[in-house]
Structure formats: C-alpha cells, structure tokens
C-alpha cells in the first residue's frame, strides 16, 4: 500500500475509512486547508477514489487492510459507520488517533445502545423497547398502541431495516432471525410528527463545539429528498432547546467530528430524538455553499482538532434537493443544462453510476423567497434525474 504524499510544511495526513460521496466532498476542503486526504476506497472508481489521489483499494472489515492504511496517516476518521467493532479495537490499539472513537460510535451503530444512553440522559425519545419473542412484540403494541415501528439496531439507512408493523406477524422473519444471532429488535411508538428536524453540529477533541441552524428535512419513502435551512417556522425556543440537546448529546457521548441528531417535531414545539449519525450528513449538505464553514471543512477541522469555524448562513435561505437515480445514465448533458437555466444552482455530483433510487448528487440554491427556492431546487433536481425535460 503506497503512501500518500505529505504536504511540506508539516501539515497532516487525514485518513477517510470509506470512499463514499461524505470522503469525495471532504476533498475540496481538504485542499483549501492544506491537507492531504488518503482514502480507504472499496473501489479503484469509489466516488472519493476519483477525486483523491491517495485511495487505496481496502475493505473496512479487513483488519489488516485497515492498519495498513492507517499508519500512513495522522488521524482517521468514517465515511460511514459500518467498521465492525473488532476493526475499530485493532485500530485504536494502534495507537493512530481516530474520530469519533469507538467508545462514541457504538451509539450510531447500534439503535439500542443509542436509545438506552439517551433515555439515561434525559433526552426525548419516542417510548421504545427491544424485542425478542412475538410475545415482547405484542405486548409493546398493545401498551403505546399499533402500529408500531421495528428496526434492526444495527446496518440499516435510508428507511433499510426498518418496518411498521400492525401485529407480531409482520416481524416473523426478523423474529426468526433475532433469534438465530441472539440479537433483539428495537420497537418504538408510531411518533404522530409535524415534520422531521436536524441538529447538525461539530465538536473537537479539547470540546470545542459550533452548531447550525435546525434545519428541517423532507422524505420520500424513507429517503431525505429536500432540506431547508433553517427550518422555516421554528419556535426560537424550541430551536434552543434541540440544540442545546444537540450540544449535550455530542458533550456526553464524547462525540468528535460532526454529529447529525434528527429530530421528530411533535406539537406544542416538543421533539424527540429519531437517528444519531456521526459524521457528514445529507442534512448537512446545504452548508456546502449557504454557510460560512461548511460541514465538510468544519469535520476536518475537527477531527484535527484545529479551532473550529463559524456555522453561521450567508443566506436567508438555502434549499438542498437530493438528486436520485433515475432511468438516464447520461447525467452530463442535463447537468449542463440545468447550470445555463440556472446560474445560482450549485449542483454536486458524486461519480456514481445511475441506479433508481440511488442517492448520485444534490443541489444548493440560496436566496430570500423560500418557495422561489423550493421550486427551483426541485426542478433542477428532477432534470438532473430526468424527471422532468424542460
């Protein structure tokens, strides 16, 4: 494995386990700062691997692929948080320093250690349990009311490993196989949200930490297709108070690097905390061009522990549309197309081949009037997918 090339001057090395569009959008930061970026790549043509030139070809289970890449770094940090425990624990007695820790991520791997911890803290959750047998399942029904939501603690994103379920019946086969691994189900009461909100915020190794502004989130089928930021509407107090539970949860958990707490927004301005990811995250995308320090660049900095940047937006508004896969593979003609329709588009794309339902880019458009903003970040989109045509 060949090393990367260091910059003179004494500047680091940051290593990307995972060479995923979260490792490809940390390359312009990187640059900008005067860091280099080696990336752990699945792929010679991963999204990250086509755009940093160190990216050696690994797989994040290998443990020998993992330490070999980390010793030509000066930290390491995630694209994603699927690195087995046992991988993580080589790679911490290694003595390379990582971001977050292990001690940290175990509460974005697994939803149940994740809901005991918060729930410890006092934070608001949705009332939920684990679940073992038909009977567990039936009895949380019965108590919080049907239906229920079911989610396997541990893999799943993008509305994967989750189900609503109106009986025990419907969860015979996660049952069956809870079972074989000896490994419970999360249950949750069905939340009734207004909307669906994000914490996007970074804290450093000596604590330092900045947030956002709360932003709210749009899904389609379990899939986020449009953030706006910030949240249109937003009770100041209710703001202050889930990001101060934002700030909280990353102070405890010890969380370092950029952390994403989505939030459902109940009535009355109370929330509960729905999902923790802790790296980059798509609700995070918008900052990219809408604020001071985006979230790629602040990660960077972070896990570097190098002060922190301001969060604050340059816009009053900025829209993030999610661009999808769709039934066109060829994305460059549209992509110049929507640039000419129009200029104040930023549209990103991240190298990845079109497949439905893929997420394959997003683009960002700021200015005054949010519904000007919506429109015409939903239709960029869409061209961008072939949804639309003119």
């Known amino acids: 494995m060949s090393a990367p090339r260091r910059a003179p001057g004494g500047f680091p090395v940051v290593g990307i386990i995972g060479g995923g569009q979260l490792a490809r959008m940390c390359a312009g930061p990187a640059a900008e700062l005067g860091i280099t970026?080696?990336?752990?790549?699945?792929?010679?043509?991963?999204?990250?691997?086509?755009?940093?030139?160190?990216?050696p070809v690994g797989d994040h289970t290998d443990v020998d692929a993992v330490l070999a890449f980390a010793a030509e770094c000066d930290v390491v940090t995630f694209d994603h948080e699927h690195v087995p425990a046992e991988v993580l624990s080589a790679l911490a007695a290694s003595g390379v320093?990582?971001?977050?820790?292990?001690?940290?991520l175990v509460f974005a791997q697994d939803k149940l250690a994740m809901r005991e911890r918060l729930t410890a803290l006092g934070i608001p959750c949705p009332r939920w349990?684990?679940?073992?047998?038909?009977a567990d399942v039936t009895a949380f029904g019965d108590?919080?009311?049907?239906?229920?939501?079911?989610?396997?603690?541990?893999?799943?994103?993008?509305?994967?490993?989750?189900?609503?379920?109106?009986?025990?019946?419907?969860?015979?086969?996660?049952?069956?196989?809870?079972?074989?691994?000896?490994?419970?189900?999360?249950?949750?009461?069905?939340?009734p949200f207004t909307r669906e909100l994000a914490v996007l915020l970074a804290r450093s190794p000596s604590g330092q930490a900045a947030a956002w502004p709360v932003v709210e989130t749009v899904q389609t089928d379990g899939i986020c297709t449009e953030v706006i930021a910030p949240a249109a509407d937003l009770d100041t107090d209710t703001a202050a108070r889930a990001t101060e539970a934002g700030l909280r949860i990353a102070g405890e958990l010890g969380v370092t690097g950029v952390l994403a707490v989505e939030l459902f927004e109940l009535p009355g301005g109370e929330f509960v905390v729905n999902e923790l990811a802790m790296r980059p995250h798509n609700s995070g995308?918008?900052?990219?061009?809408?604020?001071?320090?985006?979230?790629?660049?602040?990660?960077?900095?972070?896990?570097?522990?190098?002060?922190?940047?301001?969060?604050?937006?340059?816009?009053?508004?900025?829209?993030?549309?999610?661009?999808?896969?769709?039934?066109?593979?060829e994305l460059y003609p549209a992509y110049r197309h929507v640039m000419a329709r129009d200029p104040e588009i930023k549209a990103h794309l991240y190298g990845k081949g079109v497949r439905p339902g893929r997420?394959?880019?997003?683009?960002?458009?700021?200015?005054?009037?949010?519904?000007?903003l919506r429109e015409r970040a939903r239709h960029a989109a869409d061209y961008i997918e072939g949804a639309v045509t003119e």
């Open 37 to 55: 970026l080696s990336v752990l790549a699945e792929a010679p043509d991963a999204s990250a691997a086509l755009v940093i030139p160190s990216a």
């Open 97 to 104: 320093p990582m971001h977050p820790t292990p001690e940290a």
């Open 129 to 134: 349990a684990e679940a073992r047998t038909a």
């Open 143 to 191: 108590d919080v009311g049907w239906p229920v939501i079911a989610k396997t603690p541990r893999g799943g994103y993008d509305g994967k490993g989750v189900r609503v379920v109106a009986s025990a019946d419907d969860l015979a086969d996660w049952l069956e196989r809870a079972a074989a691994e000896d490994s419970p189900l999360l249950l949750e009461e069905k939340v």
């Open 285 to 329: 995308h918008w900052s990219m061009d809408g604020a001071v320090t985006g979230q790629f660049e602040q990660h960077l900095r972070a896990v570097l522990d190098l002060p922190l940047g301001s969060p604050k937006p340059r816009h009053r508004w900025t829209v993030m549309g999610n661009i999808l896969g769709g039934d066109h593979p």
């Open 359 to 372: 997420k394959i880019g997003h683009v960002n458009v700021s200015g005054d009037d949010l519904a000007d």
